[in-house]
């Protein structure tokens, strides 16, 4: 056992203190404090200057159009145009943002014509045109003589009320604000089981490729190697990802202290108020997905002799992990369809869709406990047929040409255990 802890504490500390880690930890915490502070980082390249329109046509349309457009945008300034050459000389010279020529034509119908140096839409222009399409409903409705009451009357929405006769059935509310937090859990588990599990088939493959690995096996049995590489990463991974989670929570909480507009906004999309059950069932797949997917890593890992071969070797693993995310994506909109409920239960899907139908749906207890069942069985079946191909693995040397190694690496497991 004292070994084992050894060659856990050796792994965790010398990633802990390589480059490439405090690098990435950088940059993601950057990334992090970005995130928090991007309303900020908007109103810094927030163009805050007037915008001028020049106008010409319609003096009473365009008073109501400058009406209804500053009560948008504020910054929008509408001026007089003193003529049209004059006016779009001006926009070309980027003196106004734009040039816009109103026109009623019997029997009132409203034209315009807008004039800016560049073709691309601009958030200006959208809402001209939205303003000025509504001006043309209330002149149309004037002169047919339909009041404004029965105008509204008309516009009204249909009251439609949406009851669910399942009493266990998440209302709207509730789904939008499930589908926030599994979204997030689900990016994080894809990115860690991705990111984790390459480590540990590179930190093998390079231990075998500097010949370091005939020395630890030969003081240490494989299997207690294998499983304190696991490990390693895994206390690696946790102290990377409680780092984010201090850094996000020390921003968050200062916002939602001094912005009630942020502290509506995460009540609103459910973090604040979200089930303590929904946060545990996110750690127990995130830890047993890992497992799964490590033990995996390390088995792949095992077989190759050079780093370069790593990423063709676990390939197959990677792909696996992209598909399970694929389909948690698609779960998003329809977590009930017999797709999803159906992958829910292979234990290579089921950290990511079962945590999905946890997270959206209402389900049965025994349907938790049975996904969870195969899903540790298989991670326990993985780690011992990991652990053999592990042990015959790290004494291969030469090229690995494909999966096929597995059968050799499980064939000198038995020869050395002999």
Do not use: C
């Amino acid at each position: 056992m004292n070994k084992f802890w050894t060659i856990l504490g050796h792994t965790y500390v010398s990633k802990l203190k390589s480059k490439a880690f405090m690098i990435s930890t950088a940059i993601t915490l950057v990334f992090v404090i970005a995130a928090a502070n991007i309303d900020v980082i908007i109103k810094l390249f927030q163009d805050e200057d007037d915008k001028i329109v020049l106008i010409e046509g319609d003096t009473e349309v365009a008073n109501m159009l400058e009406m209804s457009v500053q009560q948008m945008d504020e910054r929008i300034v509408f001026k007089e145009s003193e003529s049209e050459e004059l006016s779009k000389k001006m926009v070309q010279e980027d003196e106004a943002a734009a040039f816009l020529v109103i026109d009623v034509n019997d029997p009132n119908i409203l034209t315009a014509t807008y004039y800016e140096n560049k073709a691309s839409e601009s958030n200006v222009q959208s809402m001209i045109h939205q303003q000025l399409q509504q001006l043309k409903v209330a002149i149309a409705t004037e002169q047919a003589g339909v009041d404004e009451a029965t105008l509204m009357d008309i516009n009204e929405p249909i009251s439609f009320e949406k009851v669910a006769l399942d009493e266990a059935t998440k209302t709207d509310e509730e789904l939008n604000q499930a589908r926030v937090i599994v979204y997030i859990m689900l990016f994080v588990l894809y990115m860690a089981v991705i990111i984790y599990g390459q480590m540990i088939a590179t930190d093998v493959a390079t231990e075998k490729s500097s010949r370091v690995m005939e020395i630890l096996i030969s003081s240490a049995p494989p299997v207690t190697h294998m499983f304190a590489k696991i490990f390693g990463v895994a206390l690696l991974g946790l102290t990377q990802i409680l780092l984010f989670f201090f850094v996000s929570f020390s921003f968050i909480k200062y916002k939602i202290t001094t912005s009630v507009e942020v502290s509506e906004t995460l009540d609103m999309i459910g973090i604040s108020s979200a089930p303590i059950s929904i946060y545990v069932y996110a750690l127990l797949f995130f830890v047993l997905g890992y497992l799964l997917y490590a033990t995996i890593a390390a088995m792949l890992g095992s077989l190759v002799s050079r780093v370069e071969d790593v990423q063709q070797l676990i390939l197959p693993m990677t792909l696996l992990i992209m598909v399970a995310f694929f389909i948690a994506m698609f779960g998003l909109s329809v977590p009930d369809a017999t797709f999803i409920t159906v992958t829910s239960y292979i234990p290579f899907f089921t950290p990511m869709i079962m945590f999905l139908r946890i997270g959206m749906l209402e389900i049965a207890t025994w349907e938790i406990i049975l996904s969870i069942g195969i899903l540790v069985g298989t991670t326990i079946l993985f780690a011992v047929i990991g652990a053999r191909i592990y042990r015959g693995g790290v004494l291969m040397y030469g090229p690995s040409r494909s999966l096929k190694d597995l059968k050799n690496a499980f064939q000198l497991s038995k020869k050395e255990k002999n």
